[in-house]
């Protein structure tokens, strides 16, 4: 046992008996997941018939706050642990290693904080997880599908078997077939449900995503990704049982974008990055690439102020420059950032439609957030929530507690039994 997950066990048998709970507790991502995807008189909610059924049943959020950046695994990480990039570890998608593109952060020991998962097992709580990202080799989850995608460390479903459960992946669907592939983790989540009944289960839904890269906000494929992943989301919400309680959530929202920006470019003439042979061979400055925004790495914190000025006179009209700690770029609307240091060219032809990363309080970034069941008040509406209330408020219904937490129960929307 980790020394963290030893302080928080002793935390917990300190603490007064797993009050009164809910029976089981689903959370259900959807990535890149829209509020108008379920917003009454939003058209985009005809396509999810079962997210508007949940919405009708017990209460949404009008929108959820995304994190910095609004990424994928930095969103599921601070739904999963309460508290921000910066605090939990998992800062990107994958771990930064200049000119290269670093594994991702797949494995539950990138976090620095005590997730959801390990509080649920500290309390004697058995838990499930179909794809969720951040959980590979896992101990504190006993039936654990864990994410992976094919890198030079291994295929995809070699990652997978090797740091999953043992004997839970099964056969996997085609590489990239994003619409069998949300059918997979449907159809894992509602075996793991039903027959092993976990009192925790989260599983992610990836569909929706692919389709807003390719196609942007108003793809032609997204009405019928939607339809797909409500309908999964339908299925697993039944394996569950009616005495179960649903959290539907996503991680970022999406804009449209037509350039790439690459600021790499320029650090890289003026000498700040190495290249040889079109490889880095040596760095004092470098951007990491985001999405929508980037992380300014500095070897030297005394070449944050040339940096700085490097970067805000190269970027006009480009992105826009916070001299904070780290230094941030964000680019300006209809871009998204690169991480190219090759060739003389700031700006490219962007190769997708629809991209996310940007800052948290970019309107197109924000997400979805319903809940329903057992333990759930029905009717409240909350116009914003954070994605950092997520896990405080999951622990709650569970009847345990998160610890220094950086977002809050959502009590307003708990009934006066649930979580005491």
Same mark, same amino acid.
């Given at each position: $046992?980790?020394?963290?997950?030893?302080?928080?066990?002793?935390?917990?048998?300190?603490?007064?008996?797993?009050?009164?709970?809910?029976?089981?507790?689903?959370?259900?991502?959807?990535?890149?997941?829209?509020?108008? /995807?379920?917003?009454?008189?939003?058209?985009?909610?005809?396509?999810?018939?079962?997210?508007?059924?949940?919405?009708?049943?017990?209460?949404?959020?009008?929108?959820?706050?995304?994190?910095?950046?609004?990424?994928?695994?930095?969103?599921?990480?601070?739904?999963?642990?309460?508290?921000?990039?910066?605090?939990?570890?998992?800062?990107?998608?994958?771990?930064?290693?200049?000119?290269?593109?670093?594994?991702?952060?797949? /494995?539950?020991?990138?976090?620095?904080?005590?997730?959801?998962?390990?509080?649920?097992?500290?309390?004697?709580?058995?838990?499930?997880?179909?794809?969720?990202?951040?959980?590979?080799?896992?101990?504190?989850?006993?039936?654990?599908?864990?994410?992976?995608?094919?890198?030079?460390?291994? &295929?995809?479903?070699?990652?997978?078997?090797?740091?999953?459960?043992?004997?839970?992946?099964?056969?996997?669907?085609?590489?990239?077939?994003?619409?069998?592939?949300?059918?997979?983790?449907?159809?894992?989540?509602?075996?793991?449900? @039903?027959?092993?009944?976990?009192?925790?289960?989260?599983?992610? /839904?990836?569909?929706?995503?692919?389709? @807003?890269?390719?196609?942007?906000?108003?793809?032609?494929?997204?009405?019928?990704? $939607?339809?797909?992943?409500?309908?999964? &989301?339908?299925?697993?919400?039944?394996?569950?049982?009616?005495?179960?309680?649903?959290?539907?959530?996503?991680?970022?929202?999406?804009?449209?974008? @037509?350039?790439?920006?690459?600021?790499?470019?320029?650090?890289?003439?003026?000498?700040?990055?190495?290249?040889?042979?079109?490889?880095?061979?040596?760095?004092?400055?470098?951007?990491?690439? &985001?999405?929508?925004? !980037?992380?300014?790495?500095?070897?030297?914190?005394?070449?944050?102020? !040339?940096?700085?000025?490097?970067?805000?006179?190269?970027?006009?009209?480009?992105?826009?420059?916070?001299?904070?700690?780290?230094?941030?770029?964000?680019?300006?609307?209809?871009?998204?950032?690169?991480?190219?240091?090759?060739?003389?060219?700031?700006?490219?032809?962007?190769?997708?439609?629809?991209?996310?990363?940007?800052?948290?309080?970019?309107?197109?970034?924000?997400?979805? /957030?319903?809940?329903?069941?057992?333990?759930?008040?029905?009717?409240?509406?909350?116009? @914003?929530?954070?994605?950092?209330?997520?896990?405080?408020?999951?622990?709650?219904?569970?009847?345990?507690? $998160?610890?220094?937490?950086?977002?809050?129960?959502?009590?307003?929307?708990?009934?006066?039994?649930?979580?005491?």
């Amino acid at each position: $046992m980790s020394r963290w997950l030893f302080a928080l066990a002793v935390l917990v048998a300190a603490g007064s008996a797993r009050a009164a709970a809910v029976e089981r507790l689903v959370i259900i991502s959807i990535d890149g997941l829209r509020p108008e /995807f379920y917003l009454p008189d939003s058209a985009l909610a005809t396509n999810c018939p079962n997210l508007v059924k949940l919405r009708d049943a017990g209460s949404y959020a009008r929108s959820a706050i995304a994190v910095h950046p609004s990424m994928t695994y930095p969103g599921h990480a601070s739904i999963a642990t309460g508290v921000n990039p910066d605090r939990h570890g998992v800062t990107a998608n994958t771990v930064f290693v200049p000119g290269e593109e670093g594994r991702g952060f797949w /494995f539950a020991s990138d976090l620095k904080v005590p997730a959801l998962w390990d509080v649920a097992h500290v309390a004697g709580l058995k838990v499930g997880a179909v794809s969720w990202p951040t959980t590979g080799g896992a101990r504190t989850i006993d039936w654990n599908i864990a994410e992976f995608w094919s890198t030079a460390a291994g &295929t995809q479903a070699q990652m997978m078997r090797q740091h999953s459960t043992p004997g839970l992946v099964g056969e996997l669907p085609k590489a990239a077939d994003w619409p069998a592939w949300d059918a997979y983790v449907a159809r894992q989540a509602v075996r793991i449900l @039903q027959e092993h009944r976990p009192d925790l289960l989260l599983v992610h /839904f990836v569909e929706p995503d692919k389709v @807003q890269h390719r196609g942007g906000r108003a793809a032609a494929e997204l009405p019928a990704a $939607m339809q797909r992943v409500d309908r999964w &989301t339908a299925e697993v919400v039944a394996a569950a049982g009616a005495a179960a309680t649903v959290i539907v959530v996503g991680d970022h929202g999406f804009r449209d974008v @037509q350039h790439t920006v690459a600021p790499n470019v320029a650090l890289a003439r003026e000498g700040w990055i190495t290249v040889t042979e079109g490889k880095v061979t040596g760095w004092r400055a470098f951007v990491e690439n &985001t999405g929508g925004s !980037a992380r300014v790495h500095l070897r030297d914190a005394a070449d944050r102020a !040339a940096v700085v000025t490097l970067l805000a006179e190269a970027g006009r009209d480009l992105w826009e420059v916070t001299d904070g700690e780290p230094v941030w770029l964000e680019a300006q609307p209809g871009k998204m950032f690169s991480g190219s240091f090759q060739g003389t060219n700031l700006v490219r032809r962007a190769s997708i439609k629809g991209n996310h990363g940007y800052g948290p309080e970019t309107p197109e970034m924000r997400t979805g /957030f319903l809940i329903a069941g057992r333990g759930v008040k029905a009717g409240v509406i909350l116009e @914003q929530i954070s994605l950092l209330d997520v896990a405080p408020t999951a622990a709650a219904l569970l009847g345990v507690k $998160m610890h220094d937490v950086e977002g809050r129960v959502l009590r307003e929307l708990m009934d006066e039994k649930a979580g005491r």
